[in-house]
């Protein structure tokens, strides 16, 4: 009794200024939380109100070339995907080919773009091309199917260098160790794995791409229409391709030819620069861009 005596005594506690008398009925009757779907991050799963469903089996992907929102490819996109799918047949008329026109002494035109005779190694630059084009396929495809296009890439202005105020000392050469490794070798050749080329293409401007291609198919203007020719030398300059680098192993590959040739006597009867369209639709079957004479076969008439 002295308690509750002691507690009536103590004077009311002061009101707070953010307080606010009560009205009755003027407050909606409070409802409780909805629990929040589990979200994923790239690095972190939210815990909080998580909902633990059973686990759903994903859906077929679809087998349709995919599509942006408005249902058509994005047009810069398109026409690279175009030109890369011409690539693609070519390379691989030219693998399933390449044997049966080894005997020709036509041959010998095919044989100097690739800087040599060895058949092997031309099947193995092509089928390097080839997996090339596929990886660049799937790239283009899944950045159509998310309906982003591919962007121009501006040309680099290198400046010179400025030379230094003062002279610097001429640097002492480091010596180097073991033998120079030829790329053009067919002992040195390397054939990336699907996986390894897609993350390249990933991290690299899509002409590069395109050229690294068109150096492993051994593209050159007598191969080509002109009209196909004329949309790849657009294609390299605006996406970041250097069609200077494909000339520049285009010549060294006709030096080698030149060396393996002048050991080859039997070779020296067939001329290796016949580019007429005649010679090439003889040993390709058509020039690159024309319509491949299998599927002109396969069209049915109107």
């Given at each position: 009794m002295a308690e509750m005596r002691a507690l009536q005594t103590l004077p009311p506690h002061p009101p707070s200024r953010r307080s606010f008398?009560?009205?009755?009925?003027?407050?909606?009757?409070?409802?409780?939380?909805?629990?929040?779907?589990?979200?994923?991050?790239?690095n972190y799963v939210s815990h909080h109100n998580v909902i633990l469903t059973a686990p759903t089996t994903p859906k077929p992907t679809a087998t349709v070339p995919p599509k942006d929102r408005s249902g058509a490819i994005p047009e810069r996109l398109a026409a690279v995907l175009q030109l890369v799918r011409i690539l693609l047949t070519h390379g691989r008329r030219l693998a399933e080919t390449a044997a049966d026109q080894a005997h020709n002494p036509q041959f010998a035109t095919i044989a100097a773009v690739f800087g040599t005779y060895n058949l092997a190694f031309i099947v193995l630059r092509v089928q390097r091309g080839i997996l090339r084009a596929i990886a660049l396929e799937?790239?283009?495809?899944?950045?159509?199917?998310?309906?982003?296009?591919?962007?121009?890439?501006?040309?680099?202005?290198?400046?010179?260098?400025?030379?230094?105020?003062?002279?610097?000392?001429?640097?002492?050469?480091?010596?180097?160790?073991?033998?120079?490794?030829?790329?053009?070798?067919?002992?040195?050749?390397?054939?990336?794995?699907?996986?390894?080329?897609?993350?390249q293409i990933r991290r690299r401007p899509i002409g590069r791409t395109i050229a690294d291609i068109c150096t492993d198919l051994a593209v050159i203007p007598g191969f080509c229409t002109a009209q196909f020719w004329s949309g790849l030398f657009d294609t390299l300059q605006f996406y970041g391709g250097?069609?200077?680098?494909?000339?520049?192993?285009?010549?060294?590959?006709?030096q080698t030819f030149r060396r393996e040739?002048?050991?080859?006597?039997?070779?020296?009867?067939?001329?290796?620069?016949?580019?007429?369209?005649?010679?090439?639709?003889?040993?390709?079957?058509?020039?690159?861009?024309?319509?491949?004479?299998?599927?002109?076969?396969?069209?049915?008439?109107?």
């Open positions: 008398p009560l009205i009755a009925g003027s407050y909606p009757t409070l409802q409780p939380p909805k629990p929040l779907p589990l979200t994923y991050s790239n799937r790239y283009l495809l899944a950045r159509a199917g998310r309906g982003r296009d591919i962007t121009i890439v501006p040309p680099r202005n290198r400046t010179p260098a400025t030379p230094p105020a003062t002279p610097q000392p001429a640097r002492i050469p480091t010596p180097t160790y073991g033998r120079f490794l030829d790329p053009s070798h067919p002992a040195n050749f390397h054939i990336p794995t699907l996986q390894e080329l897609e993350a250097s069609l200077t680098a494909m000339y520049e192993s285009r010549g060294h590959r006709e040739r002048d050991k080859r006597p039997e070779t020296w009867h067939c001329n290796w620069q016949d580019l007429r369209p005649a010679t090439i639709r003889h040993l390709l079957g058509h020039l690159i861009g024309e319509t491949p004479p299998a599927l002109v076969l396969a069209t049915p008439p109107p």
